[in-house]
């Protein structure tokens, strides 16, 4: 095994601290859009709520903060891994998704729709920037998710779950 010397070492802590910062503003993002959802909805954090197999809205609102709140936790732990930073915030948009379809259930209208569809869109770009084949640090499948947390950030605003 080939050891890192010194600017290259560098060269790739620089990169990996780069891509963190990438993979925690999306999650920071998909968390801030969960908790709009929900309060939208209604529902505002209450860890009381939270159960191992949520059926009541409530209690799926308290789990999508609360998924959401440990992957954006989970990305100040620990030293940058691109791979496992991106699997947070694609976690961060999957919780965003659950939280879409609550709030989508208390305002149906065309927006609400949108915002639903944009999460959705959100979510599987992220996993695909954590999957296989990006393993967090493909550039073309993490700008990918970048702009498609934004277009969910602008939906989520439209309908009114800022």
């Keep these: 095994m080939t050891e890192l010397r010194g600017d290259e070492q560098r060269?790739?802590?620089?990169?990996?601290d780069t891509l963190r910062e990438r993979h925690t503003a999306r999650a920071r993002s998909a968390s801030a859009r969960t908790a709009g959802a929900c309060r939208f909805a209604g529902f505002a954090a209450d860890p009381g709520s939270v159960v191992a197999v949520p059926a009541?809205?409530?209690a799926k609102?308290?789990?999508?903060?609360?998924?959401s709140a440990d992957a954006v936790a989970a990305l100040t732990a620990g030293s940058p891994d691109p791979a496992a930073d991106?699997?947070?915030a694609r976690n961060a948009a999957?919780?965003?998704?659950?939280?879409?379809?609550?709030?989508?259930?208390?305002?149906?209208n065309q927006l609400c729709d949108a915002a639903y569809d944009a999460a959705v869109k959100a979510s599987l770009a992220a996993g695909r920037a954590a999957g296989r084949d990006g393993l967090g640090a493909s550039d073309p499948l993490n700008a990918e998710a970048e702009a498609a947390e934004a277009d969910a950030v602008a939906a989520a605003t439209a309908a009114g779950w800022t």
Excluded: C
């Design 56 to 58: 009541a809205a409530a």
């Design 61 to 67: 609102a308290a789990n999508a903060l609360r998924l």
């Design 94 to 108: 999957a919780a965003a998704v659950l939280a879409a379809q609550i709030a989508r259930s208390h305002g149906v």
């Design 86 to 88: 991106a699997r947070h």
């Design 11 to 16: 060269r790739r802590n620089t990169s990996q």
